[in-house]
């Protein structure tokens, strides 16, 4: 269900608009497989030690991934590792 005033911007290289419907929100976290996902940016990884550690203390069951290079996309199969895998990823971007 879309949320009135949210713009959501795809920051991939498309040239036409991808329309992609959204997933419907989990009720919780606790007890799901949440995919962390490294873009290999100076601290990004900070970030996502303390993302971690509170998504633990509220039951999700984490898994750590990093892209080989924040300058391009995931590789294709880090990416069907991950939707394999998880419910639900989260990616970290920092400077």
Do not use: N, W
């Not at 989990?26 to 100076?42: E, H, P, Q």
């Not at 069951?61 to 294709?76: C, E, G, S």
């Amino acid at each position: 269900m879309p949320h009135a005033g949210l713009t959501v911007l795809d920051p991939t290289g498309e040239r036409a608009l991808a329309v992609r419907e959204r997933l419907p929100r989990l009720d919780t976290l606790s007890g799901r497989r949440v995919a962390l996902l490294d873009i290999t940016k100076a601290r990004g990884d900070v970030f996502l030690d303390q993302l971690e550690q509170h998504l633990v203390r509220r039951g999700a069951l984490v898994t750590r991934y990093a892209k080989p290079t924040f300058t391009k996309p995931a590789p294709v199969d880090l990416r069907q590792e991950i939707a394999m895998q998880c419910e639900v990823v989260i990616e970290a971007l920092a400077d």
